[in-house]
């Protein structure tokens, strides 16, 4: 079996490091194939070499173009490579560019796609990533999920629950995998000023481009009784000093800014950190994987499951929120043991193996070639059930044929739909079809 893996960033690249690691202690030939979103080739060499991993064979070389021109670039340059390597399967991880292309290139070519965090949502659509996502499912065969909640996401979709595999999230391998690494080879201990401290992270364009909320969130630093790190984004650093506020910062005593940090680097420095205060997606799955209680600096989060465990909390970008929820965490001994001991709803580090034996599985029992249909089905309708009798998902379907279960409730909650789940008592959605005879 041939897995071709697309990747562009630094956040592909950690998530999926743990998966190359898996497709390479077996006999499977794994096509690492590197759009360059964000590194020039030898920043991306490096890359590589920090974490241990081997070299793409391919390297795009995108740069830092518009979306636009990046996405036609890639599906073009996918073409041909995925052409001549006869890959069985592409990996796409997360919701980049380098994902939407990877998935629309592999669709069009009718190569299977498998979708690593898939099924995340923000429900919004201001967001580029979110319709990133959304049309990289659509372009699916195989969903690798991390929660529960990620998959009732796809189902509400209508994505088939058969290909819908709730994995855990490969982030919380490539922390255990890569914080090792990152204890042997960080020198950042060397520069932090602080014994303790909060990891502060702050990037996203809706925050720094936006003026009045950039001014809102440099007040709460300001006033912040802690010490405060801070690796400050090149961009950021640019709409800081636009708009008369890095000065503020950068004299501020407790206060540090530092260059931006490698991946390793920072991986140390969150690990050693009392909190993280963050605009990231991926920082608040790291967070409570490495048990640091997080505070999120925007309104919405595709990351919900952080907040329902408890180990990260939304304040927005008003600056009596920020401090507001900063001061009951870190002056709260309950408050802040209850967020850094939040179960982990990411899984138990064994993703990347589940994923790899699900791919397996599926290519050995000749189930992952997209094939034309030689049934003829008409559409029918959908419609709603009460079940009443002791029955499984895979039983009631087997038993009706041509009818897929599409959602399941439970006293008018949303449930994951296993093929084991029983369904006495609750109320199901079919999608139904009519086989031509």
Do not use: W
């Not at 996401?153 to 595999?165: D, P």
């Not at 408890?310 to 600056?319: F, M, S």
């Amino acid at each position: 079996m041939k897995i071709g893996i697309v990747l562009g960033t630094r956040p592909e690249i950690i998530k999926m490091s743990s998966v190359i690691d898996e497709i390479n202690k077996h006999d499977d030939e794994c096509i690492i194939i590197h759009t360059g979103q964000h590194f020039d080739d030898e920043m991306s060499k490096q890359f590589f070499i920090d974490l241990k991993l081997p070299l793409p064979k391919y390297n795009i070389g995108i740069g830092s173009n518009t979306a636009i021109k990046q996405i036609s670039i890639i599906i073009s340059e996918l073409e041909k490579i995925l052409i001549d390597e006869e890959i069985d399967i592409v990996l796409v991880q997360g919701d980049t560019n380098a994902v939407l292309a990877g998935a629309l290139a592999a669709n069009k070519l009718k190569i299977p796609v498998g979708h690593v965090e898939a099924g995340l949502r923000s429900f919004d659509k201001d967001m580029p990533e979110e319709n990133n996502r959304i049309i990289a499912d659509n372009c699916s065969s195989l969903y690798f999920v991390p929660t529960k909640e990620n998959a009732i996401n796809l189902q509400n979709e209508g994505i088939n629950h058969n290909l819908i595999h709730v994995t855990g999230n490969t982030i919380v391998d490539a922390c255990k995998r890569n914080l090792k690494i990152a204890m042997e080879k960080s020198t950042v201990k060397d520069i932090i000023k602080y014994e303790k401290y909060i990891a502060l992270t702050l990037h996203r364009a809706e925050n720094v481009d936006n003026p009045e909320r950039l001014k809102n969130i440099v007040r709460s630093l300001i006033k912040i009784d802690y010490n405060i790190v801070f690796p400050l984004h090149p961009h950021t650093k640019k709409s800081l000093k636009a708009n008369g506020l890095y000065e503020k910062i950068l004299t501020a005593p407790h206060i540090q800014i530092t260059k931006p940090l490698g991946y390793l680097d920072f991986l140390y420095l969150l690990s050693k950190s009392s909190l993280v205060l963050t605009d990231s997606g991926g920082i608040q799955e790291e967070s409570i994987t490495l048990n640091i209680p997080c505070v999120t600096l925007r309104y919405n989060t595709e990351r919900p499951e952080t907040i329902s465990a408890g180990g990260n909390i939304l304040a927005g970008t008003e600056e009596k929120e920020i401090k507001y929820n900063i001061e009951s965490i870190l002056n709260n001994k309950e408050i802040y043991e209850k967020m850094a001991n939040a179960k982990n709803p990411y899984g138990d580090g064994n993703s990347s193996n589940k994923i790899y034996s699900i791919i397996k599985d599926t290519f050995d029992n000749n189930a992952l070639k997209i094939k034309s249909s030689d049934t003829i089905l008409d559409f029918e309708g959908y419609s709603m059930l009460n079940v009443e009798e002791n029955i499984t998902v895979k039983e009631f379907e087997k038993n009706n044929n041509n009818q897929i279960i599409e959602q399941i409730f439970y006293k008018g909650s949303p449930e994951f739909i296993d093929n084991n789940t029983n369904l006495k008592n609750k109320t199901i959605i079919i999608k139904k079809f009519k086989q031509k005879t």
